[in-house]
Structure formats: C-alpha cells, structure tokens
C-alpha cells in the first residue's frame, strides 16, 4: 500500500516539475540568437518575403508608365544629319558636285490627341494606386499568413513540451511498477502495460518533434531566412475576444480592403481606356519646325541654313471600324471590372459572417475544452488516489494519464484555432497589421 501511495505521488510531482519547467529538446538544435516575437516577425516578411518583393515591382512599373504619359505633354526633338554621294551630278549651276550634307534640328508639338494623351495621364495615377494597393493587399495577406505559421511553430512546442511531460509520467511509472514487481506487488503484467505506454509516449514526441522542426523550417522560409539560420520563436498561445460585432467588421472592411480599392481603380482605369480607343476617330493637331543647314544648298555649289514649320490637322473618317471595336471590346471590360467589384462586397460580406462565426465557434470550443481539461486533471488525481488506496485498477490510472495528455493538446489547439479564427476575421476586415500592433503579444 505504501508503495502504490508512493508511485502516486511521484507520478503527480512528476507531471508537475515537466509541464512547468521542462525546456524541448528539440530547441536545442536552434540558433542561439535572441528568441523572435511576433512583431519582429511581421518586420521580416515584409522586408524578406519574396513575393511582396516581386509585388514591389510593380510600383517601378507604374513609375515607367507615369513617366511616359507624362512624356506626351512634352515636344519630341531629333538631331538628324547625314553625308551621301551619287554617280550624277547634285548641282545645277555648271559646277560638278557629287556629294551631298545634310544636318537638322527638328521639333514636334501634339496639340490635340483626341484625348488619347490626357487620358493616358490619368490612367498612369490609376496604375500607380493599383501597383500600392496591390502591395498593402499582398501584405495584409502574407501577415495572416505569417501567424498562422508563427502560432503553429508556438502549438506544435506546446505538443513538445506535453509529450514530454506524458513521457516523464510514464518513465517514473515503470520504474516504480518494476520495484513493486521485485517486491511482489504487482505482477509482469502491470510492468508490460507500463512499458507500452513508455513506448507510446515515445513515438508520439518523436511526432511531436518532427512537427516542430517543419513548422519551424516553414516559417523560417516564410520570412526568407535560410533553415541554418533559423532562430526561436517567443510568445504563447492564448485566447483571443474581438469587440464589435459583424456591421463593425463589414463597415471596416468595405473602407479597409485594398483589394477591393484595385477593383475600384481598375474602373477607373478602363474607363480612361474607352476615352482612348474613341480617340481613334478624333482630330488630332500637331505642329512642327525643324532647322538645319544644306550644302550644295538649292542646286548650287554652296551651304546654306534652311527651317521649316508645320501645322497638321488630320480629320479621320473612316478607319473599318477599328475604333468601334477597340471601344466595344473596353465597354465590355469595364463591366466584367464591375461585376467583379459587386462579387467581391458579396464575398466581403459573406467572408464577414463566416470569419465571426468561426470565431464565435472557436470561442465555445475553446470553453469546453477549457472544461474537459479540468476534467482530465480532476480524473488523474481521483485515480491517482484511487491507485494509492489499491482500489483503482492500473489501467484506469494510465488511461487517465492519457486522458489528460489528449485533453492539454486539444485545449492548445483550440487556443491556436481560436487565434487563427481571430486572425481571419482581421485579413477579411483588411487591418490586420494595425491590429497585431494593438495586442498585447
């Protein structure tokens, strides 16, 4: 009786000591740099992120288009000049002259294009709020992204540092149920019960480390940090509320969501469009001078300077219907943009109601499992009591133990997927930068 009394006691200091104080094994393995929280991690992927770096691209894509619209308002200058020679005589005045210099300066004005000139004017500001709001889409994107990654490489240490607690547990187990066995307490068959779950405990932190180390890697990659180089994690995981409610939510995301501002450009843009193609069967004004010298100058033997200047009106007609369809193929873009525009509020708001009822969901699940945990803790001291008094089976005191290993993990898991479900209801809303700034994490 003493014995079991002592195996009963050990056994609880024994979950105790590894949950509270226990450090993984797997940690080791990892850089001995400072641990990185949450903050800094945003910091990096937004810095290293390979997509968000292609995506910054196209903010100098949008810097070339402005600076050739811009471009059209300004004249266009050539310097041309040449020297030729002929088999024939080039001057006319007696005197034999077979080559033949030419230098010029010449300018030209487009006073009128149509609109085609203006228009592209004000779509290279349009394609300039695309290429940013594009940006600030992708990077609210990649942060929910980077924590559900962070959060993981935090759940799956968690899963670590249990296991090791469930194989602390069993470890002390067997070594007490071998002593008893030695003393002609308990018999071979408790020792073998205690063994296998020695061994299943085993298996399952050889999982558990597996897990971590490719959670680890893939949040590393994330921010663009080679594996060599990977560093810890800081934080934990706990639940998280949300104040407001769903009109709240749909309100900040019709004024936050920079996609849905790409949308609203994008109309913008093919508005322009259709003003261009239509330019197409409008007069357009130009006015040119060039300046330059001659030599032979008007058939003689001699240079000279000469200049010339310009106005040209040209009046289409008739171009085969080219502008008709350039403009009926931009008409037709410019409402495939809008019904795109009206299904992305449907998918807001459905995204909305979905994200807060996951997040109401995971609030409920996180409670009952907060609850089923207690439980689990309750059971394995009842049972512990139970097996000191000689009055609760070995198997119910194992599967006790188990119980309550099932019960911390799930429990972290609904923290974990009541953070994610937090997160998600943030990228719908389209701030979830300014909102990780907020927590208190």
Not at 371 to 380: I, M
Request: glycine residues 6%; contains cysteine; aromatic residues 6%.
């Amino acid at each position: 009786m003493f014995a079991k009394k002592s195996i009963a006691l050990v056994m609880c200091a024994a979950w105790a000591f590894s949950v509270l104080f226990y450090v993984p094994a797997a940690c080791a393995a990892v850089s001995s740099d400072l641990p990185m929280g949450i903050l800094e991690a945003i910091d990096l992927t937004l810095a290293n992120n390979l997509e968000l770096m292609s995506i910054r691209q196209e903010a100098s894509k949008a810097s070339a288009f402005e600076l050739q619209a811009d471009g059209t308002s300004l004249p266009q200058i050539a310097v041309n000049a040449y020297v030729d020679a002929q088999r024939e005589n080039q001057t006319t005045d007696g005197s034999s002259r077979t080559d033949n210099r030419v230098a010029r300066l010449s300018i030209e004005q487009t006073i009128y294009s149509g609109g085609r000139n203006a228009a592209q004017r004000r779509q290279s500001r349009q394609i300039k709020s695309i290429a940013g709001l594009s940006l600030i889409a992708a990077e609210n994107r990649a942060v929910g992204e980077l924590f559900a990654r962070f959060y993981n490489v935090l759940l799956q240490e968690s899963r670590v540092e249990t296991e090791r607690a469930g194989i602390a547990a069993s470890e002390m187990h067997v070594r007490e149920v071998t002593k008893m066995s030695e003393l002609g307490l308990s018999n071979r068959l408790e020792v073998i019960r205690a063994r296998l779950r020695l061994a299943s405990n085993r298996a399952n932190l050889s999982s558990a480390v597996g897990a971590f180390e490719a959670a680890q890697i893939s949040l590393m990659n994330y921010m663009g940090i080679p594996p060599e180089e990977r560093r810890p994690v800081s934080g934990s995981l706990h639940a998280v509320k949300i104040s407001g409610g769903r009109a709240e939510s749909l309100t900040a995301a019709m004024e936050n969501r920079a996609d849905r501002g790409v949308l609203e450009s994008q109309i913008e843009y093919q508005a322009n469009q259709i003003d261009i193609e239509r330019s197409g069967m409008r007069p357009r004004v130009s006015l040119g001078a060039s300046a330059g010298y001659l030599d032979p100058y008007r058939g003689g033997n001699y240079g000279d300077d000469t200049w010339r200047a310009e106005l040209s009106v040209s009046v289409p007609i008739f171009d085969r219907n080219v502008t008709r369809a350039g403009v009926m193929r931009a008409e037709a873009v410019i409402e495939q943009d809008k019904i795109s525009l009206a299904r992305m509020d449907l998918d807001i708001k459905a995204g909305v109601e979905t994200a807060w009822a996951e997040l109401e969901a995971t609030l409920d699940h996180l409670e009952s499992t907060k609850q089923a945990l207690d439980l689990a803790e309750e059971s394995l001291r009842l049972a512990a009591v139970g097996f000191q008094e000689g009055v609760t089976p070995q198997l119910d005191f194992l599967d006790a133990q188990s119980s309550l290993t099932a019960s911390r993990l799930e429990y972290q898991r609904s923290l974990y997927n009541n953070m994610i479900a937090a997160t998600a209801l943030k990228v719908t809303e389209g701030n979830i930068i300014d909102w990780i700034e907020e927590l208190d994490i």
